[in-house]
């Protein structure tokens, strides 16, 4: 009959002590997914596959937040289907313990919540790219108002292509020379041939 704590954010410049110090009390064991997506199975991510395989019947599972099991709905609601199952309670800070019946009801709707949240976070991305995009296009300055450049190339891609030929260089010895990923070495002689 273990206390047990997941705590997760998504990149790897988040913290889980802000989680940790909410949750307060002293926990018999700790797992975390640090820089996980929530959009990744619960399974599949290495903290909460190693909790699954510790956790037992009668332990209590506890998390700040829905959201920190998973983004994805069907997932949320298949890893606490499968952890009621075992016998594990769920708390969830601030709810309490997730039961079966009302319990899965009220995690389904947050779940969903969470699942909206993570595809609302996609599409405001995606319409800043937009926005961005367009706004270089139109003026030639990024949203600071610089002048951009692009990316500027390590290399000149005729004189790459030129020293691997003429030297009978390999793709593998030609990037190591230039420090240039294969991939480029690749774009850069086609593009000269």
């Not at 289907?81 to 016998?87: A, P, Q």
């Not at 309490?96 to 947050?110: D, N, R, T």
């Not at 000149?156 to 390999?170: F, I, K, L, P, T």
Request: charged share 25%; with cysteine; hydrophobic share 40%.
């Amino acid at each position: 009959m273990s206390n047990i704590a997941y705590y997760r954010v998504s990149t790897s410049d988040q913290s889980i002590e802000s989680q940790r110090a909410a949750m307060g009390g002293s926990f018999d064991e700790e797992f975390d997914d640090v820089g996980v997506s929530g959009a990744i199975l619960a399974a599949k991510r290495p903290g909460f596959a190693r909790l699954l395989a510790f956790i037992r019947k009668g332990d209590t599972l506890h998390v700040y937040a829905v959201d920190r099991l998973g983004r994805d709905a069907l997932d949320v609601q298949s890893t606490v289907r499968l952890l009621l199952g075992k016998g594990v309670a769920v708390h969830v800070h601030g709810l309490g313990v997730m039961a079966k019946g009302a319990g899965e009801l009220i995690l389904a709707v947050l779940a969903q919540v969470a699942d909206m949240e993570r595809q609302r976070i996609a599409e405001r991305t995606a319409a800043g790219r937009q926005v961005a995009r367009e706004s270089l296009t139109r003026t030639g300055l990024t949203h600071r108002g610089k002048e951009s450049l692009g990316r500027p190339a390590k290399a000149d891609a005729g004189e790459v292509a030129r020293w691997r030929r003429e030297g009978g260089a390999s793709l593998a010895k030609t990037a190591e020379h230039w420090g240039l990923s294969l991939a480029t070495v690749k774009r850069y002689c086609a593009c000269s041939q």
